[in-house]
């Protein structure tokens, strides 16, 4: 606890941060070119990171440097690859200045909204975690966070997890149809010597051990899934961009196995709620643990895959049979 | 004894952070790409390597002094690829536009 009004390091630390973010969020919508731009959101997400740090929410700010800054970026940065023909000519349809005006009165409300209810709070701020945390002890997991992703929101974790695979079929939708089932774009030209594809050696071996470490200390310490699967995605992605192995055909059985494989089994899990425990997604007291643990594990997999095949891109070869 | 790691911890610091620093300086001042690469890479290996060396002693137990190594070590792996990389690029013809 700071006394009174003298000079606190941390506070002086968060506002550094805050106004850090700030400055490079407005850096990243005004930059010139889309490349510039996803450079940008990149540091704006792991300085974001930063600051879930700061807040104590060590398990967003995996997910945040992860999914938000990482794969996001790997994504964005290969949608500004496609795009950069395009580009002049869309900079030059770009918006007039009451439309562009009308938007930023727009956000500045917005911004001024939750700023007004973060800073004239109902005291105390309503909270259902006491509520939460009561019978979190029947779970035995010791990530409170965890606990509540797969026990009181289980159906949104679900969804979220059908949601990506959603997305992905939106990406592949964007390919012709001779294509539909075929590898992703055009296969990276390998390099057998160079400082990439010695990273692609050298780094996946101990970023597999990260990513299972960080899904297995899912149960009691930040991490799961999500994150665990993504910095395995991660390794996958920069084996791929190295050219070291291509990509598979998106149309192959055992990519689409591996899809589907972590949704399915929770869906799975789900439904026998109904006849061994107390309903959908409800699960038997005691194999709680067990049950959770398992779901985590395949959904990793299946998170890794599909981030992996989003990242890159549609299919671009036809079907090799 | 305390006291005496304290003390090194502070000037470790500071010196990584004076890399740091003056890293920086080089990025805004240089005249070119890989000028500004060479002053990037003093930041990441000696900045961040003095950073680490001073947070050693305080490290709880020697998993985490293990930790804190890697992290330099894995930074150091990424920074060296980055600058490879990036230098090749601007050999082939310039940054992207």
């Not at chain 1, 938007?103 to 911004?111: C, D, N, P, Q, R």
């Not at chain 2, 690469?37 to 050693?56: I, P, R, S, W």
Request: hydrophobic share 60%; net charge positive.
């Amino acid at each position: 606890m700071s006394t009174g009004f003298a000079l606190d390091a941390g506070l002086v630390l968060d506002a550094g941060l805050a106004a850090l973010v700030l400055a490079v969020a407005v850096g990243a919508i005004v930059a010139g070119t889309a490349f510039a731009a996803v450079v940008g959101f990149v540091t704006y997400g792991l300085l974001l990171a930063l600051v879930w740090v700061r807040l104590a929410a060590v398990d967003v700010a995996l997910t945040e440097a992860a999914i938000g800054s990482g794969v996001t970026g790997a994504v964005l940065i290969a949608a500004a690859a496609r795009l950069r023909p395009a580009e002049a000519r869309s900079a030059a349809e770009r918006p007039g200045v009451p439309l562009r005006l009308a938007a930023a009165v727009l956000s500045a409300l917005v911004a001024a909204g939750l700023a007004m209810l973060v800073l004239l709070p109902s005291a105390p701020a309503p909270s259902l975690g006491p509520a939460a945390a009561v019978h979190l002890p029947e779970l035995a997991i010791g990530n409170p966070v965890t606990a509540v992703l797969l026990a009181y929101r289980a159906i949104d974790t679900l969804l979220e997890k059908i949601v990506l695979l959603l997305a992905l079929l939106g990406v592949w939708s964007l390919a012709p149809d001779r294509f539909w089932g075929g590898a992703p774009g055009q296969p990276h030209a390998a390099q057998q010597d160079g400082a990439l594809a010695l990273l692609a050696r050298l780094l996946p071996p101990v970023g597999i051990v990260v990513g299972v470490y960080i899904l297995w200390v899912g149960a009691v310490a930040p991490g799961g899934a999500f994150q665990g699967g993504a910095i395995l995605a991660a390794m996958w992605i920069l084996v791929m961009i190295a050219g070291l192995r291509d990509a598979p055909a998106t149309g192959g059985r055992r990519v689409r196995l591996l899809l589907v494989v972590g949704p399915a089994v929770f869906l799975a899990v789900g439904l026998a709620g109904f006849v061994v425990a107390d309903g959908f997604l409800a699960y038997p007291a005691s194999y709680a643990k067990p049950l959770i643990i398992a779901i985590e594990v395949v959904l990793t997999l299946s998170i890794a895959v599909i981030l992996g095949l989003l990242a890159s891109g549609p299919p671009g070869r036809e079907r090799q049979r | 004894m305390r006291q005496v790691l304290d003390i090194f911890t502070v000037a470790a610091v500071s010196a990584g952070a004076l890399f740091f620093l003056v890293g920086t300086v080089g990025l805004l001042r240089f005249p070119d790409p890989l000028t500004r690469l060479h002053a990037l890479t003093k930041a990441d290996n000696l900045g961040l390597g003095l950073v680490v060396l001073g947070l050693l002693p305080q490290a709880e137990g020697f998993l985490a002094g293990v930790k804190l190594v890697a992290v330099w070590l894995l930074a150091q792996l990424a920074g060296a690829t980055v600058t490879q990389l990036v230098a090749r690029a601007v050999r082939r013809g310039g940054p992207p536009a």
